[in-house]
């Protein structure tokens, strides 16, 4: 589900919630004030009513007869809805629970409830109901007998007024508080803002603290101030950079440690290495011309092919160590990259046993030296490993300023999950085999030479079967 872009930053999400809370609140307020005006301006024209109809009843119900005819209180009638004046009450009376009189042929409105109770009310009632859209106001007023103040009313005034100027009134109230509400909740924006702003300064620096550590930048603090969740938030970063810190320091001197010592091994055994590999050159000699006794010569023969599986180990371990060291320099030279490859296989004597397809006169800069080490680690991988069928070609990428090296064998392939692998330090082909002629570096060196050309190493399986290595060289110089 796709979400407005206004609703997803956390400050558009903290004024909008503020926005709501403040309009919620101005309606709430608004809600509670009509509700309460309007049964207050009910109440009063209900409390004004009954007290002017009770003054008036106590003037002139005096001057009735004791034993008053339907004229007699048609008369008071008159005189009652004469003294309403601008509140234009209608009355009716009753005496002795007998039909209403009225100072007109018709009847005012009354609801069936008041005029059912009006009739044994000893205390008045007052009623509001609609007719038709109008609202109006009823009240039965019970008039009790003079000395007799526990006995039923002889006679029961009733009264109805229209309620169309308070029910104005109420409206204007209504409008009144729906115009307030907007500027409330308008104006709201303005704390909202600064809240927001307030809240998310610190949340801010603790995102730009934190780019600034995936950066690299592993001393970043962030500055914290206050008491509340947020400083707890910058206290508790804090303590994670400065443990981040002290660990990365501590894993960076022993990883140079472990590069220092290496290399230093490295170092020292190629002296003692250059000399058995002098020494077992003359032996290699005499064992080939049947000097040496065959026992003697077979195990010369063993020891002659350790010392070199040895002395390649060291020279690739100091290889790996120029790498670590950011030692590793390229020397530049515009090379046929076809002639290049041709001279790699002539040189180890594998012209014969790879089929190229190789361009003429196309010049790329780079290494010469070490991109022959890149070619003789695949094309020696393919041969050993890949089968009897191997071929290399060269083709010019969709873009000029790259050239592509393919290596491909029909051999059956490299396993899924060592491919991933395949060019990381001490990766073997075949883990079962502890021993093999390979030192487990000649990839992790290939690809290193190429990052250092700023191209790149990759594998894959063939469509068929077998892999296939594809070099990947900028065609330019390198800056």
Request: with cysteine.
């Amino acid at each position: 589900m796709i979400r407005p872009r206004l609703a997803r930053g956390l400050r558009a999400q903290l004024v909008l919630a503020f926005l709501l809370v403040s309009a919620l609140s101005a309606v709430t307020a608004a809600a509670v004030t009509y509700r309460q005006g309007r049964d207050a301006i009910a109440e009063r024209a209900e409390a004004d009513l009954l007290q002017e109809l009770r003054g008036h009843l106590a003037a002139r119900v005096p001057d009735l007869p004791a034993d008053p005819e339907a004229a007699d209180l048609r008369a008071l009638a008159v005189q009652l809805d004469r003294a309403a004046g601008a509140r234009g009450w209608r009355t009716a009376l009753s005496y002795r629970g007998g039909a209403l009189v009225a100072a007109n042929p018709q009847a005012p409105p009354l609801p069936a409830p008041l005029r059912a109770q009006g009739a044994t009310a000893t205390t008045a009632l007052a009623q509001r109901f609609h007719q038709g859209e109008t609202p109006w106001l009823a009240v039965a007023v019970p008039v009790t007998a003079a000395g007799r103040p526990h006995d039923p009313p002889p006679l029961t005034v009733y009264a109805s007024m229209s309620l169309a100027s308070q029910q104005q009134d109420v409206d204007d109230l209504a409008a009144a508080a729906r115009a307030g509400a907007l500027p409330v909740a308008l104006a709201s924006i303005i704390p909202a803002l600064l809240a927001a702003r307030r809240l998310l300064r610190p949340v801010r620096r603790l995102r730009t603290a934190t780019e600034r550590m995936a950066a690299g930048g592993l001393d970043t603090r962030v500055t914290v101030t206050g008491d509340d969740e947020l400083a707890d938030l910058g206290c508790a970063f804090n303590s994670m950079a400065a443990t981040l810190q002290a660990d990365a320091e501590t894993l960076r001197t022993m990883e140079e440690r472990a590069r220092r010592f290496a290399a230093d091994v490295s170092h020292e055994l190629r002296t003692p290495l250059a000399a058995m590999s002098a020494v077992t050159g003359v032996l290699d000699a005499d064992a080939a011309s049947g000097r040496l006794p065959p026992v003697t010569a077979e195990a010369l023969a063993l020891v002659s092919d350790e010392t070199r599986k040895l002395t390649r180990l060291i020279e690739d371990l100091i290889e790996v160590s120029r790498f670590d060291a950011g030692a590793a320099v390229l020397h530049l030279d515009d090379v046929d990259l076809g002639e290049l490859i041709g001279k790699t296989l002539a040189l180890r004597h594998w012209d014969g046993r790879v089929r190229t397809d190789l361009p003429t006169g196309l010049r790329v800069r780079l290494d010469p030296r070490r991109v022959d080490v890149i070619l003789a680690n695949l094309i020696g991988n393919a041969l050993r490993h890949g089968g009897p069928d191997v071929s290399v070609s060269v083709r010019v990428e969709a873009d000029p300023e790259r050239v592509a090296v393919i290596v491909a064998d029909d051999g059956p392939g490299i396993p899924a999950d060592l491919l991933p692998h395949v060019f990381d330090r001490f990766t073997k082909g075949d883990s079962a085999r502890t021993r093999s002629e390979g030192s487990g570096l000649g990839l992790a060196i290939a690809a290193e030479n190429a990052r250092l050309h700023g191209g790149a190493l990759t594998a894959a399986p063939a469509p068929g079967r077998g892999t296939v290595m594809t070099l990947t060289l900028p065609a330019g110089p390198t800056r």
